[in-house]
């Protein structure tokens, strides 16, 4: 370690040098992957590299523009105005003409790029005179206009796992070069679980949490040190909670948390998901086992529950914690208190069942699509009836292929939203029986009783 990599953030220090260093996204980094096949073939391209804090947004960027042999140009969306545009525009074609380089800009918190910066550098990102590359870490659907959108190719970053994290623990511990391996320390498991819990997936938090606590752990008379659980304790300003998110409790509370709201209990709800999110659960993966909750106990008795679920996850990525996880109390609160029903899981996995037991059954002619004349004289299309066309929009014709003729997959209970449901279904079974629509089938749009 030299003299003055020393004075680096271990963090800093530990950024990866090459694809082998570097850590997770294995969904773009992977062989075949977008990312791998730019950075062997030593291209770059535009990009908004979207995901949550600490990830590798910053590392990834760099290590492509080295791989290209890019001009590599660092912008602030928040401290530069017009006038520094300009001037990266112009470095820009100077590297081109003189040696014939690329020059890639990157834009890290691109969401803090205003319209008038996004409107400048969008001629030159269109001519290929600069490559953008944008870290963010919201939704640039949002954030982006759509012009500047349509130039770059978005990549969702994944927040890093716990096999990441202990991965680059160990790593910071045993370098001698870069890292913390002259100071000989080890951690304990629970301690170890302490400053995963805390960083929450952010592999800098997690960094500057541990080289603080290598840097507090009293060294033996052998030289060596134990990072205890008091100790990053002490670092990380937190008691440790007995959670472990891959172990047994995360899923005894994530059952308890399922089991609260399916038994419409808005108060357990409300208890386990503190107890996860207090203990370090990520609440985007709470969000996702909500919504997921929404359509299997929920379903169409509150239709408004999978949109709320949306709506939460929305919110959560545009405020963060812990003013998004208010999002997340919300909704547990409305999926404890709405109706239930698994009718649509049901009816889903039993055609499931049959679609995995009959293979690929023919498409009925009559409702096959004829765009060529050929398919038209082969009788696709031939019989088939617009609903439209007909009285409540009802029509009497066969839609399952003939092996599966009269399964009734989908049962709507009496509960909620699906009260409603059932009765159009039952109107529009009894009208069809009759060869005939019904005057009195319901309106779906009406409340139910």
């Known amino acids: 370690m030299t003299e003055e990599t020393s004075f680096e953030p271990l963090a800093q220090r530990l950024r990866p040098r090459n694809l082998d260093e570097y850590i997770g996204q294995q969904h773009l980094l992977g062989e075949g992957k977008l990312l791998r096949l730019l950075y062997e073939q030593g291209q770059v391209a535009s990009l908004i590299l979207w995901g949550p804090p600490g990830v590798g947004k910053t590392s990834l960027a760099r290590l492509i523009t080295k791989k290209a042999e890019a001009d590599y140009v660092e912008f602030s969306a928040v401290l530069s105005g017009i006038k520094d545009v300009r001037e990266v525009v112009e470095r820009a074609r100077k590297t081109r003409q003189a ?46 206009i759509s012009a500047l959108l349509s130039r770059t190719r978005v990549l969702v970053l994944e927040p890093l796992t716990r096999e990441d994290l202990e991965g680059l623990v160990n790593r910071a511990l045993t370098d001698c070069e870069r890292g913390l391996g002259r ?115 929920v379903g169409l008795a509150d239709p408004l529950a999978l949109m709320l679920g949306i709506s939460a996850l929305e919110s959560y990525r545009l405020l963060g914690s812990p003013e998004g996880e208010l999002a997340l109390a919300h909704l547990a609160v409305h999926l404890a208190c709405a109706p239930k029903s698994n009718a649509v899981y049901v ?40 609903a439209h066309d007909h009285k409540n929009a009802l029509v009497d014709q066969q839609h399952l292929p003939d092996e599966l ?24 079974r009894r009208a069809l029986s009759r060869n005939g629509p019904d005057d009195q089938a319901p309106n779906l749009l009406k409340n139910p009783k």
Do not use: C
């Open 347 to 386: 009816a889903f996995n039993q055609a499931v069942k049959d679609a995995k037991k009959y293979g690929p059954l023919g498409v009925p002619l009559h409702i096959r699509n004829a765009p060529t004349n050929l398919m038209k004289e082969l009788g696709y299309g031939q019989g088939y009836q617009y």
């Open 183 to 297: 100071l000989k320390a080890t951690v304990e498991l629970r301690a170890l679980d302490l400053l995963i819990l805390s960083s929450g997936g952010d592999a800098r938090s997690l960094l500057n949490a541990l080289e603080l606590a290598a840097g507090l752990a009293r060294a033996d008379q052998n030289g060596e040190r134990l990072i205890s659980e008091p100790v990053v304790e002490e670092s990380v300003q937190r008691k440790a909670w007995r959670y472990d998110k891959g172990g047994e409790e995360h899923y005894n509370l994530i059952s308890a948390l399922h089991k609260s709201l399916r038994d419409s209990d808005p108060d357990g709800a409300l208890y386990w998901l503190a107890r996860m999110l207090e203990g370090g659960e990520d609440p985007v993966y709470l969000l996702r086992r909500m919504i997921r909750f929404a359509s299997e106990d």
């Open 99 to 144: 040696w014939q380089k690329p020059t890639v800009l990157f834009v890290d918190e691109i969401h803090r790029f205003n319209k008038a910066q996004q409107d400048a550098f969008l001629p030159h990102v269109e001519s290929g005179l600069i490559t953008l590359i944008g870290a963010t870490t919201e939704n640039p659907s949002f954030e982006i």
């Open 405 to 428: 003729l009269g399964r009734e997959y989908y049962q709507p209970t009496d509960r909620g939203r699906e009260k409603a449901i059932k009765e159009f279904l039952e109107t529009r």
